[in-house]
């Protein structure tokens, strides 16, 4: 089995402005002749600074490659784990597809969503009015959860969502519950950009974003590529992998032995590896 290749630099940064006036924080990885365009999507509580090995893979495969940090996470502005609507992560999305396609016009683009992100992704992709891309990868995608979480917590996520939106409670995520490995655990510890905490609103949102995705596996209608923990004890692998089997020419792998984050796991490779495939045959 090939080696993780390890994290690149960005070329450079960038400031997307978003709804409501939020400022996006993005990083852009341009190879010389780029043949396509992926966007990454991080997952929720990180930021797209935690995707440099990712954004490897895909400058290789010949992607000029952008990825940004969504409102409220990261470098970017907003309630930390707030979210008023649902919808105002696809206007974040769109900006930053705007930016992304302007890297490479007329290339394909790829949407690489992980966790939330690819809930984000799914929910686009599910839309009336649907993003427009080639294709997208979806690792362990938020579409149940797995995690515990104590009833009367639920109960007060529901309550507070309509009278006090942004009422916050830590989130249950353990840095062992995302990867094995050890040195990513210890990473996630010392990452100082990433939060602890969710909003009632977001809670009720992404529920419900859950159930509009699931209610319309029919209305994908690119190539998807589908990565998922099989051992993920917070995104339930099980309602990812049926879900993804009613997707039309979908390729499903489910990752037996992975936690959450398959990028940050022990045998990573095989999954950057797939990725690196999966770009490479939408190009040109």
């Known amino acids: 089995m090939t080696a993780a290749p390890g994290p690149i630099d960005p070329t450079r940064t960038l400031e997307l402005t978003s709804s409501g006036g939020t400022r996006l924080h993005a990083e852009v990885y341009v190879p010389a002749a780029p043949r396509c365009v992926a966007l990454i999507v991080h997952g929720y509580a990180e930021h797209c600074g935690r995707y440099r090995e990712v954004a490897h893979v895909l400058h290789a495969a010949g992607c000029a490659v952008l990825a940004f940090d969504l409102r409220g996470h990261g470098r970017s502005t907003g309630k ?17 597809r705007t930016a992304a396609v302007a890297l490479a016009p007329d290339r394909p683009l790829l949407v690489v969503g992980h966790s939330n992100g690819s809930l984000i992704t799914l929910a686009a992709l599910t839309d009336a009015v649907p993003l427009a891309c080639k294709a997208a990868v979806l690792s362990s995608p938020f579409l149940a959860l797995r995690l515990a979480v104590p009833a009367p917590k639920i109960w007060l996520a529901k309550a507070a969502s309509t009278i006090y939106p942004a009422f916050s409670q830590k989130n249950d995520l353990r ?59 917070i995104a339930d692998p099980a309602v990812s992998e049926r879900f993804a089997r009613t997707v039309g020419g979908a390729d499903v792998r489910r990752l037996d ?14 999954p950057l590896a797939a990725l690196g495939e999966f770009a490479r045959a939408i190009t040109p």
């Open 175 to 233: 840095p062992e519950d995302l990867t094995s490995d050890p040195a990513k655990q210890a990473e996630r510890v010392a990452d100082t950009l990433c939060h602890d905490v969710a909003s009632a609103r977001w809670f009720t949102e992404a529920r419900a974003a859950q159930a509009r995705v699931l209610a319309h596996a029919d209305r994908i209608k690119v190539s998807t590529l589908w990565l998922i923990g099989g051992d993920d004890p």
């Open 257 to 270: 032995g992975y936690k959450h984050e398959v990028w940050n796991e022990r045998e990573r490779a095989v």
């Open 80 to 96: 930390r784990g707030h979210v008023g609507s649902f919808r105002e992560y696809r206007d974040d999305l769109e900006a930053a």
